[in-house]
């Protein structure tokens, strides 16, 4: 049982450089959700998919968009890298009445 | 100022010692409270669930306290060993709320030294 499996786990990117992170689970959850997590910080909300057909944003989504695929996948893209977007992201997804998030194993990006 | 707040930032004991982490929340309405444990380069795990009508939870060495009228929470580890060296974080959730009022601590750093 995979649970929920980011892909990639490291990326180095370039200022102004474009790419998508990706996330699957294989729970049947209806909720998924992409955080990003900073040095002496918490985990903080970019966008979450209460249901397939449905994405919101979080706390933090300016210069991220999203894409619920499926009800299976849930794409994070940045458009144009930006040095405040290192961190390290976080994919997570939940049952839609439960609060129990099952997490990725994270994706560490930097971008120079 | 964040709404949950945990402390301390970081601590350091010996194996087989017992410590307690803190949570200070000011979210409210409150639905419940979740401690988490995170490895390092690993997601957070979840450990415990403590709703409002709950004052203490066990899991295994893990026991979490919950007073709501003080909205605080305590997560005790008891015999530590070095597998717990992780963070442990504080994750409060509103009552009837949307995934954007899930709110995390920046977690406490356990380091266990043999």
């Known amino acids: 049982n995979a649970g929920v499996t980011q892909t990639p786990k490291f990326q180095v990117l370039k200022t102004g450089q474009s790419m998508t992170l990706q996330c699957a689970q294989d729970?049947?959850?209806?909720?998924m959700y992409w955080y990003r997590q900073d040095p002496g910080m918490g985990l903080r909300l970019i966008y979450y998919s209460a249901s397939e057909g449905t994405t919101d944003k979080g706390e933090v989504p300016n210069g991220y968009n999203v894409s619920r695929l499926n009800k299976r996948e849930f794409s994070l893209r940045l458009e144009s890298a930006a040095p405040s977007q290192t961190s390290v992201y976080f994919c997570a997804s939940s049952d839609l009445a439960g609060t129990e998030a099952f997490f990725g194993q994270g994706t560490r990006l930097t971008v120079v | 100022k964040n709404q949950v707040e945990q402390s301390p930032q970081s601590l350091i004991i010996l194996e087989g010692k017992n410590c307690t982490l803190q949570c200070n929340y000011t979210v409210s309405p409150f639905s419940n409270l979740r401690w988490y444990k995170q490895d390092t380069g690993r997601g957070p795990v979840s450990l415990t669930i403590m709703t409002f009508s709950e004052n203490t939870k066990s899991n295994g060495r893990y026991t979490a306290t919950l007073d709501a009228d003080t909205k605080q929470s305590s997560l005790h580890i008891t015999a530590s060993q070095l597998s717990d060296s992780a963070s442990y974080i504080c994750v409060v959730r509103e009552v009837y709320s949307s995934a954007s009022k899930i709110i995390f601590g920046s977690g406490t750093r356990l380091s266990i030294r043999p």
């Open positions: 729970m049947n959850h209806n909720s």
